[in-house]
């Protein structure tokens, strides 16, 4: 019989006890713990996060969480939200529905990525407070940090200096996300917090290569090209920036322990530590896909910000760590894609 607070880790990094709490430092011994009779809404579980939330809580033993379907309910719909919120009267909410895409989609229509993120978390975070929900995570993005922030960049970075122009819509609204989370501990006493993960991938990623991120762009880039025989694979800018690319299972596990043991209204980083450069993303993807012809490099496209990496002290000191390596992670992606998407 053990329990967490012992330090009894899995090898994924963070689990459920086995046995009844032991007391002291232990992650169930507070008013804000989390059990598994809790009602959680998660917001957005369809989508890349959301499906991996969902996944965790369900294999953490989890039996009464509530979702909607964007069929069922449109989270943009202030009146919608409410009465559902008034209906289903959630414990814990997870936000992760928003409006996500790479640095195309967010380039060329930051109209939509400010608005729709402003209507689906105002009406979340509002409704929640409402409706007495006990604790909200709130999940914003590394973008929020300033294009030259400090590297690695810890939390105290935000709204230190201009952010990167490619995403800055998307990225102020996240930041609106933040500061309504915080005036709503501040003034009202709620417990609503907010994590920033880094660039995440994994299953139930957008594929499509005008509107995904880089990770599921290359991979499926690769797979064609290889399919197909091609000589080269065109990548975006010039190889040079450097991101952190954590698999979306780990960021899950991360947001499970933030429930049970986070309780702050400052924000918090969920990352891997290391980060890699386009170039280098882009030679793994091809090993681990089996594409043996070259790199072409489209510097027509931008670049983005030059480096994103997180510092992740705050994160680790709580006792996280990631448990999927980047090249395992592609590789398991790698396979759900061929199965989902071909
Ligand atoms: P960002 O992290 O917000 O910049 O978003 P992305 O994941 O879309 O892009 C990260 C970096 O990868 C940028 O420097 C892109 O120019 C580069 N990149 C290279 N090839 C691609 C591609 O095919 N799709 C995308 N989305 N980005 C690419």
Request: charged fraction near 25%; glycine fraction near 8%; hydrophobic fraction near 40%.
């Amino acid at each position: 019989m053990r329990c967490v607070c012992a330090a009894d880790f899995c090898s994924l990094s963070f689990q459920r006890p086995v046995a009844p709490i032991c007391g002291k430092d232990c992650l169930f011994d507070g008013v804000n713990a989390v059990n598994k009779s809790n009602k959680i809404f998660v917001a957005g579980h369809s989508g890349m996060v959301g499906s991996a939330v969902l996944r965790r809580l369900e294999a953490e033993g989890f039996g009464n969480i509530v979702m909607r379907a964007r069929a069922q309910l449109d989270l943009t719909d202030e009146s919608a939200v409410a009465k559902f919120f008034a209906k289903e009267k959630p414990d814990i909410v997870v936000v992760a529905a928003a409006k996500v895409g790479g640095i195309k989609a967010n380039n060329e229509h930051p109209v939509e990525f400010l608005l729709e993120n402003l209507r689906i978390q105002n009406n979340i975070i509002h409704s929640a407070h409402e409706s007495g929900v006990r604790k909200l995570l709130f999940l914003g993005s590394s973008c929020i940090y300033p294009k030259f922030a400090p590297q690695p960049i810890p939390e105290t970075a935000l709204l230190g200096g201009p952010l990167e122009p490619t995403n800055e819509a998307y990225a102020i609204g996240k930041i609106a996300g933040i500061k309504l989370c915080q005036a709503y501990g501040r003034e009202y006493g709620a417990n609503f917090i907010s994590a920033m993960p880094t660039n995440l991938y994994g299953p139930n990623d957008n594929f499509d290569l005008e509107t995904s991120h880089v990770l599921a762009a290359l991979l499926r880039k690769a797979h064609e090209a290889k399919l197909r025989k091609d000589q080269k694979l065109i990548v975006w800018g010039t190889g040079k920036p450097r991101r952190e690319f954590l698999h979306v299972d780990d960021c899950a596990s991360a947001c499970l322990l933030l429930l049970e043991k986070y309780d702050s209204p400052e924000i918090i980083n969920i990352g891997c530590g290391e980060d890699i450069s386009i170039r280098e993303l882009a030679e793994l993807i091809c090993d681990v896909v089996g594409f043996n012809g070259d790199l072409a490099w489209d510097t027509t496209k931008p670049d983005g910000t030059p480096r994103k990496l997180l510092d992740v002290t705050k994160l680790r000191d709580l006792g996280w760590k990631p448990a999927i390596p980047l090249r395992e992670g592609i590789a398991r992606t790698y396979e759900w894609f061929r199965v989902n998407c071909v």
